[in-house]
């Protein structure tokens, strides 16, 4: 995987036939978007694990943050939590531990078969005891020690620099920074007077990321925390940042993705995904909602697959899990199921607008016709959940019909006297 911009601006190597064939696309296509930066392969050539195409043509791909606090820390459940996302699908973790043995619970998550990803400069301040005596030799030291672990992508909060604090303090915004790691930079920057030194060297950075064939993730250190702050100045003057180090990043061969963008009212989140994209040279977005309501604690999982769905129908790529523990707590092991699980929901109807001729499409066509049939063992094959559907079926016994309508089902009172819509051409490929 090592310098795969390069390989496909050469070839078609045999990575990315085998996406193709994963995601139902042309390899020469697939080649050509990689080389162009519009997808990324999560891949550190240090382990092997299964492969995750992120961006244009793909289906809608989901993330699991998982990790310690300095509050809770238990490494082994942090690992059982990461093993239930994958049960239900999710597509890559995040360990974004912060208390306990930091590189040992690292190392346990990259045992997993899946696309990992950090947050080095959290690790940096734990070492250095607080983000005031993080220097930029730490921090590359642990960026160092990250990709020769395997980590696969690094979300590095790169545009989170002193034009953007600046922007801060000059239009006031309700919840200042949310963003750990971009409350980390600016206390940095505010108290030390100097430059992000991953905005000031960010050629040194590349090189790093480059040698090791590491995904930058250029994260959203200046989201808004709260629908009041979208329109802030400090989110779009990241924006512009981000604009401009992701073309240096692809100019350096370095594969990229972004992050974005907080919290928004929804009628914003189409405006901000299309400007993302455009001054991004359409780059991989990887989205952590948006959330579109403050008014729903222990639901924002919802609100954001809400958000979710919407950025996927105009363009982002990359959903992350919100836990209905977000704003409250550390989530436990359900919450993780749950907010995978609806995170998924939100990719597969950002995959269904996205791809309208795709597998997915004549997955729901089967289901239609499974359900007119009621034969619920299809049914129950087709679902994106099967056992949870399954189990909701037959808690008032395995009946023919579901006990909401009982002997009164409108599919068994009218099928018969209506003509069975024909079977459309490769549906018998649903997944």
Request: charged residues 25%; aromatic residues 4%.
């Amino acid at each position: 995987m090592h310098g795969l911009i390069e390989e496909c601006l050469r070839s078609v190597p045999e990575v990315v036939h085998a996406i193709a064939r994963a995601e139902g696309l042309v390899p020469r296509r697939v080649a050509r978007a990689i080389a162009r930066g519009r997808i990324v392969v999560p891949a550190n050539p240090r382990r092997e694990h299964r492969l995750c195409a992120i961006g244009e043509g793909c289906s809608v791909k989901v993330n699991v943050n998982v990790g310690t606090s300095g509050t809770r820390c238990d490494p082994a459940g942090e690992l059982e939590k990461a093993r239930a996302a994958l049960d239900e699908g999710a597509d890559a973790l995040m360990d974004l531990s912060t208390g306990g043995d930091l590189p040992a619970i690292r190392r346990s998550i990259l045992a997993l078969d899946v696309s990992v990803g950090t947050v080095p400069v959290y690790e940096a301040v734990r070492r250095a005891g607080s983000a005031v005596d993080v220097d930029a030799d730490l921090l590359f030291r642990v960026i160092r020690e990250h990709c020769r672990d395997g980590v696969d992508f690094l979300t590095l909060h790169c545009g989170v620099n002193q034009e953007a604090y600046a922007a801060l303090v000059d239009d006031p915004r309700v919840m200042g920074v949310v963003s750990r790691g971009g409350a980390f930079h600016t206390v940095m920057m505010a108290e030390r007077g100097e430059e992000n030194p991953l905005y000031a060297e960010f050629d040194y950075l590349c090189e790093i990321l480059a040698e090791h064939g590491v995904v930058a993730s250029l994260g959203d250190g200046m989201r808004p925390g709260c629908r009041s702050d979208a329109e802030r100045l400090a989110k779009s003057t990241e924006y512009l940042a981000l604009g401009r180090l992701a073309k240096r990043a692809l100019s350096a061969g370095v594969e990229r993705m972004i992050e974005g963008p907080g919290h928004m009212p929804l009628e914003q989140v189409g405006y901000n995904v299309g400007m993302l994209k455009e001054l991004t040279g359409h780059a991989p977005l990887y989205l952590l909602g948006p959330l579109v309501t403050d008014l729903a604690p222990g639901y924002d999982h919802v609100v954001a697959a809400i958000g979710g769905a919407v950025a996927c129908q105009h363009g982002a790529d990359f959903l992350c899990m919100v836990s209905p523990a977000e704003h409250l707590a550390l989530p436990d092991r359900q919450d993780i199921v749950e907010g995978t699980r609806v995170a998924r929901i939100a990719a597969h109807v950002g995959t269904l607008s996205r791809r309208p001729d795709g597998a997915a499409v004549r997955h729901e066509e089967a289901m239609g016709r499974a359900r007119r049939g009621l034969d619920w063992d299809e049914q129950f094959r087709l679902a994106l959940f099967p056992g949870h559907a399954r189990r909701i079926h037959v808690r008032d016994g395995d009946l023919e019909t579901c006990s909401m309508c009982g002997d009164l089902c409108a599919l068994r009172l009218a099928g018969d006297l209506l003509p069975a819509c024909p079977k459309p051409p490769g549906e018998d490929d649903a997944a």
